[in-house]
């Protein structure tokens, strides 16, 4: 199953429950007194006030720009930031918070991705458009809570020390135009961009290989910053993740396989090139 779904299965935090409803209480108590409006808040902040009431009443997650910043402003003395962990947390499904916090202690993450562009390398376009055509439909407020969440994940290719960051994507991957034709060639622009990083390598499995060492399906790996080595395996609602070390090492084995059978990171950004000519 692809990493979209695997974000929208059962295990979720519910909008409207649970860590996210108890932040939105205190946020409100903080907000009323300190006397003033949820508008009034919105513009010390940045945000509108319908957002404001969002994040009061726990139907969407704030990220942790706007906790500090409402924390500053309210004067709670470091009490909603307490709340940062928790509310990161919450931005996902129980079952991929684990995996979550682990690729953000990640010195090395490595993905093989088979039905669309891996979450770290979408565009917000690319997201949105891949949470919209979901089904079950999503409610609006869910869908814009997994982007931002999509999003923030994304700041790893800025962290310091920078981690190693590789993908092998299956061809399909980049040739299926998801969200139509304008959010595909952004998606195939910002694969080519986030490819200067000197960090990442991106390489492409084309249809005509007659080897593949990975036919049972997408993997992730990931090596903490402990030097834990974990393989993320996900599957139809029952993500694994796997820590063992004979189980983490076929993964290590298939992925070393994929690099050498796939085409070379020049040759795949000359595929995407070449995809974005012809359109």
């Known amino acids: 199953m692809s990493e979209e779904a695997q974000e929208d299965q059962d ?3 519910a909008p409207g429950s649970g860590i996210p409803l108890v932040f939105g209480r205190v946020l409100k108590r903080l907000r009323v007194q300190a006397g003033l409006e949820r508008a009034e808040l919105g513009r010390r902040t940045g945000y509108s006030a319908a957002t404001i009431t969002s994040y ?14 409402a924390d500053e402003v309210l004067d709670a003395g470091g009490l909603l930031i307490d709340f940062i962990e928790d509310m990161e947390r919450a931005q ?26 891996p979450g770290l390398l979408q565009t917000e376009e690319y997201a949105r458009a891949v ?31 920078a981690p190693t960051v590789t993908f092998v994507m299956e061809e399909s991957v980049v040739c299926r135009k998801l969200g139509g034709l304008a959010v595909w060639r952004g998606q195939l622009e910002q694969i080519l961009l986030v490819s200067q990083r000197r ?7 084309p249809h005509d290989r007659e080897e593949h060492a990975a036919l049972d399906g997408q993997f992730n790996l990931i090596e903490t910053m402990a030097g834990r080595r974990i393989a993320y395996v996900p599957a139809d609602r029952a993500s694994r993740l796997f820590t063992d070390r004979s189980a983490v090492r076929k993964a290590e084995e298939q992925y070393g396989l994929l690099r050498a059978q796939a085409l070379t990171p020049r040759q795949s950004l000359a595929l995407v090139e070449k995809l974005l000519g012809e359109t």
């Open 11 to 13: 295990g979720q935090e």
């Open 56 to 69: 009061e009443v726990g139907r969407r997650i704030p990220n942790a720009k706007f906790i500090r910043r």
């Open 92 to 117: 996902y499904p129980a079952f991929f918070r684990d995996a979550a916090a682990l690729e953000k202690q990640a010195v090395a993450l490595h993905v093989f991705a088979v039905q669309a562009v």
């Open 131 to 161: 949470f919209t055509m979901w089904r079950p439909v999503l409610d609006e407020e869910t869908v814009e809570q997994r982007v931002a969440a999509r999003m923030a994940r994304q700041e790893i290719f800025a962290r310091k020390p």
């Open 199 to 205: 960090n990442v390598e991106i390489q492409i499995m």
